[in-house]
């Protein structure tokens, strides 16, 4: 039975060589990507994200160590030989100006065409199907140079598909995408390497989608190195916040979700079903206010916290503000309630100052 191809990173360097010096970027680097996965690269800001993807390209040399592509070394392969194995997306090659869209896409055929690059019928059935996966055949005749930036990135992603690689490597494919796109587009990525058996490996910043898609994460940064894996297994072992977490974040490995930590000044009672979305919700913008809901008195932090100010969610959709167990406002929006009781907070703990210091009001 014929083994499945295999990319194998081998004690891998990456860097550049200048002036006779090498620059190292990421060392030690092993790993194996394997057919039938969209694999994802995460890792911060000057982590050696792109300058890896370059190397395993072949657009430029390894300092040190081994990329086996098929067992073979990637300087083994000629030019010819690696544009029909495998295809390559990076973020500073959509400045192309005077070719269509469809002319753009139908570049990633040139391995097929021969030196007139004439296409024949499977060919062109082969773009417009590109097209329409990426969602851009409206697009098809509009020139490169009017698109935006997200249009002209599903074009590039277009061209790589028609390529009909085996493997497909791309770097920040959803930099210039709005959200619905991004989950498109990934969810589409995630297709093709499960349906048509491709390596898909790219790198990317949108560390909760991959977390959710991807089927392989790589780790990396300069402190921790390479740390490869499934995204349940490197969430469970803690992995994904070390890597990431970083002061003011938190971190759920049940949800695999990072979550921003407000800092708290100020508590308020609420009442209500915990479990209800207007209640977390409520408590969600609250937070974002740096005020803190309790259940009651007794789990307050702060001297300051006032047992008689409550906020009652009876049901969703309603939000009431109580004094002493008086009804003072009921809205129906989040956004209504939220700055009458921040200065109902305000205003109580003055007052509690100014009587605790015996002070008479301004008129």
Known sequence: MEKDLTIN???????????????????????ELTVGEMTCLLGPNGAGKSTLLRTLSAFQPALSGKILIDQRSVDSYNAKDLSKLLSVVLTD??????????????IGRSPYTGFWGKLNEKDKKTIEKCLQWVGITELQDRKMETLSDGEKQKVMIAKAIAQETPIIF???PTAYLDYPSKVSMMMLLHRLAHSLKKIIFLSTHDLEHALQIADKIWLLDSEHGLTTGIPEDLCLGGKIEEYFTRPGMTFNRESCTFSIQHEVAREIIFQGNPSSISYQLAAKAFLRHAIQPIGSIEEAQFES??????????KEGCYRLLENGKEVLQVEKIENILPVTNSYIVKNQIEALRDAANMTPFD
Do not use: C, F
Request: charged share 20%.
């Open 170 to 172: 791309l770097d920040e």
């Open 9 to 31: 990173l081998e004690n891998l360097s990456t860097g550049y060589r200048v002036k006779g010096n090498d620059k190292v970027i990421s060392q030690h680097l092993t790993a």
């Open 305 to 314: 916290t006032r047992p008689d100010i409550v906020v009652s969610i009876p």
């Open 93 to 106: 090659n959509t400045n192309i100006k005077n070719l269509t869209v469809t002319e753009v896409v139908a």
